[in-house]
Structure formats: C-alpha cells, structure tokens
C-alpha cells in the first residue's frame, strides 16, 4: 500500500477529505509511536512508505522514554491533537488509523508480523482498540 491509498482509505472511513485524514493519521501515529519502545517504533517506521515513515518519525527522538497510559487519555491526546471536538471522534479517528495500519504492515487481523509487535507493547485496553479495528470494514 502507497502513501496515497493510505490517507485516501483513512479518509474513506472517517468521511473526510484527505487534508484532514493526514491529520488524523499524524496524530494517532505520534501517539501510538510514543508508546512504542524506540526499536519497535523503527520497525514500523521501516514498514511504511516515504512520506507515511516521516508524519511517523516527526519530533521523535532516541532517548524518549515510553508513555505508559491507557485508552482514554491516548484518545484525549489524539482528540487535542488533531482538534477533534471529543473522544468519540477520536476513536472513530484511532480506529480508522489502526485499520489502515494493519493493512499497511501485511495484518488484517492486526495479529501478524510488525503489528504484532505494537499489539504486544498496548496496555489492555489499547490491545482491544487496536483488534476491533480490524474488525471493521
């Protein structure tokens, strides 16, 4: 999957345009890049096309340490940062994102390979967010 079928799916299914979707899309990659140790996160970097590996690797850095928080605060950082009105947004967005995701690295299920790894580092609840959005068409 290119960059381009990326944002225009993320796009499809949060009903947006494709200015918006990059938005979305940087915003939950910054948040769920943060919670990755700094080798996972290059493993999926690694996985992504050019432009997609750069809104992920933006304002990274080597000796960040791993934010530890659960579903509701991960989906108020996405919400306050994409500048969604509330948390259900978010989670439409975080859902979307996740799917397109999966996809991305070869996991429709969200349990193969590079995704895997990121399944193995979410709290609990993120690991449930992160496999119902493979669940949704």
Request: aromatic residues 8%; proline residues 4%.
């Amino acid at each position: 999957m290119n960059e381009f079928q990326f944002v225009r799916e993320v796009a499809q299914r949060t009903y947006g345009d494709e200015r918006r979707a990059e938005t979305l899309i940087f915003a939950v990659f910054q948040e769920l890049r943060d919670r990755l140790t700094p080798g996972e996160a290059a493993n999926v970097a690694a996985q992504l096309p050019s432009s997609l590996k750069m809104l992920w690797l933006s304002f990274d850095r080597p000796d960040r340490k791993i934010r530890h928080v659960h579903e509701g605060a991960f989906l108020l950082d996405v919400a306050r940062m994409a500048g969604l009105d509330d948390i259900v947004e978010a989670e439409e967005a975080v859902t979307a994102v996740f799917a397109v995701l999966q996809r991305a690295l070869s996991s429709p299920n969200g349990m193969t390979g590079v995704a895997r790894h990121i399944f193995s580092q979410l709290p609990e609840d993120l690991k449930q967010l992160w496999l119902s959005a493979s669940e949704v068409q």
